[in-house]
């Protein structure tokens, strides 16, 4: 058998061999540029994740700080009011001790009142004894 090559058809089949080195060579460019962006956009992604996983670190903190504070809030307001329940009894106390004297000094004014009478009437009857004598 004797082989013989078409000069043209070599030719056609190196010029698409060429084409198809070609068309490879620029698809690993474009993957290689591809994986360059797909690369890039994972490194954004994983700094902004970062960046939330610290936001979300500092809302943490100062959630604790708000119920830290929440809570000093609470304790003062609890010891307010018992001061002020204290302080209402003590008013109630102070009440009543007021009323105690008050009505002390009415019953020694009524006394001496009616000492005053009495010495009154006690000179007038001494004095009544004396000019009967």
């Given amino acids: ?21 070609t068309d490879v060579d ?10 360059e962006r797909i ?8 700094k902004s994740l970062e960046e939330l996983e610290a936001r979300v670190a500092s809302v943490q903190h100062e959630q604790e700080v708000m119920k830290q504070e929440q809570s000093s809030l609470s ?4 010891s307010l009011e018992t001061d002020l329940d204290s ?16 009505q002390r ?17 006690n000179r007038e009857g001494f004095t009544r004894l004396a000019l009967y004598m």
């Fill in 87 to 102: 302080t209402h009894v003590e008013l109630k106390s102070l009440k009543s001790q007021q009323e105690d004297v008050e």
């Fill in 75 to 78: 304790d003062k307001m609890d």
């Fill in 26 to 35: 620029q698809m690993t460019l474009e993957l290689k540029e591809d994986k």
């Fill in 105 to 121: 000094v009415a019953h020694v004014e009524e006394k001496l009142n009616s000492a005053f009478e009495n010495r009154g009437k």
């Fill in 39 to 46: 690369s890039q956009a994972l490194k954004d992604i994983s």
């Fill in 1 to 21: 058998m004797n082989a013989t090559v078409d000069p043209d058809l070599l030719k056609l089949v190196q010029q698409h061999v060429n084409a198809l080195k």
